[in-house]
């Protein structure tokens, strides 16, 4: 059985989509704090999980035993900023409960995201590497950088097989984001097809990597079923498609929507985190030990967004 904790969210929901495809409905158990808002019926199983109750934990991988855990369940980064000692609660001890109960029952591989929050102003903007200074300044990212030096302190002390990747801003249709900063690329294909205009809350120039979610899906997938021997990298794996800023986003789905027009808001809290994050990030170590190559680049992407979110 595969449990996947926080399945509700824009990646959870998408990642139980394609475990199910691959492993069979009944074997993927869909794990969250709140009812997904589908009918739950002809959902597949589904149990309420808060992942700070441990009991409650204890009691799910007692009764599942699972071979394989995600959890996806945490605070992203502006929600994070709203709620510092809760996203510190959820993030750390969230994942500090799922590997002490890996450990218990022998969990086989647990998945756990990090970031490029991880980064901060220090670390080097473009074609930030594998290893380089790491002073994150939200408290998502100070979580996230924690986070990975447990994943390598459980692998390196316990044995524990657990892998994990600094996902860029993910762009998707099917699931709303939960509350981050690169959120703009996604609410702007809504506006550009709703109102054929968008507010941006970061200013023109702010480049940040993103990918496509169906890439960071396929990546996922790719490094748990990648063999150990293969896995250098026990923190976090940095992993990238592009990078643009929101005016390059806008003349390319100008492309597709003639009059689409992008207006900016004043500052916005949002734009102090983006600013902290680096602008492009190498992943030629994912690339080499997995085989890591991304499938979606800005016009494949966009094509894509918007065709799917005009007939959805
Ligand atoms: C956020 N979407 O904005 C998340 C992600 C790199 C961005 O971590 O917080």
């Known amino acids: 059985t595969i449990l996947v904790l926080g399945s509700n969210g824009q990646i959870g929901t998408e990642l139980v989509h394609t475990l199910?495809?691959?492993?069979?409905?009944?074997?993927?158990?869909?794990?969250?704090?709140?009812?997904?808002?589908?009918?739950?019926?002809?959902a597949g199983p589904f149990e309420f999980v808060n992942v700070l109750e441990k009991d409650t934990l204890a009691d799910l991988f007692a009764r599942y035993k699972p071979t394989q855990v995600y959890l996806l369940a945490a605070l992203l980064s502006a929600t994070g900023e709203q709620n510092p000692k809760l996203a510190w609660d959820l993030n750390m001890n969230g994942l500090l409960?799922?590997?002490?109960?890996?450990?218990?029952?022998?969990?086989?591989?647990?998945?756990?995201p990090s970031s490029i929050a991880a980064f901060g102003l220090n670390s080097p903007k473009q074609h930030t590497p594998q290893f380089c200074i790491m002073?994150?300044?939200?408290?998502?990212?100070?979580?996230?950088?924690?986070?990975?030096?447990?994943?390598?302190?459980?692998?390196q002390r316990y044995g524990l097989d657990v892998r994990s990747i600094r996902y860029p801003g993910l762009i998707s249709w099917k699931a709303a984001p939960g509350g981050g900063t690169t959120d703009y690329a996604i609410h702007i294909f809504h506006d550009a097809l709703k109102k054929g205009t968008y507010n941006c809350f970061l200013n023109a120039e702010t480049e940040l990597p993103m990918m496509y979610m169906d890439d960071a899906i396929r990546g996922t997938i790719e490094l748990m079923e990648a063999p150990a021997e293969q896995i250098s990298i026990r923190s976090s794996y940095n992993l990238t498609g592009f990078s643009f800023t929101p005016e390059v986003l806008a003349a390319e789905i100008k492309n597709h929507i003639p009059g689409f027009s992008l207006q900016y808001t004043e500052s916005d809290p949002r734009q102090a985190i983006a600013d902290s994050w680096p602008k492009s990030i190498d992943d030629s170590v994912a690339s080499k030990d997995w085989g890591w190559k991304p499938e979606f680049d800005l016009a494949k992407m966009t094509t894509d967004m918007l065709r799917n979110l005009t007939k959805s």
Not at 97 to 112: E, F, M, P, Q, S
């Open 20 to 42: 199910r495809k691959a492993h069979g409905e009944s074997n993927v158990v869909a794990c969250d704090i709140r009812r997904p808002d589908y009918d739950i019926k002809n």
């Open 97 to 112: 409960n799922i590997l002490d109960l890996a450990l218990t029952y022998k969990t086989a591989k647990v998945y756990w």
């Open 135 to 155: 002073d994150p300044n939200t408290v998502y990212g100070i979580s996230k950088l924690a986070g990975e030096r447990w994943c390598e302190y459980y692998h």
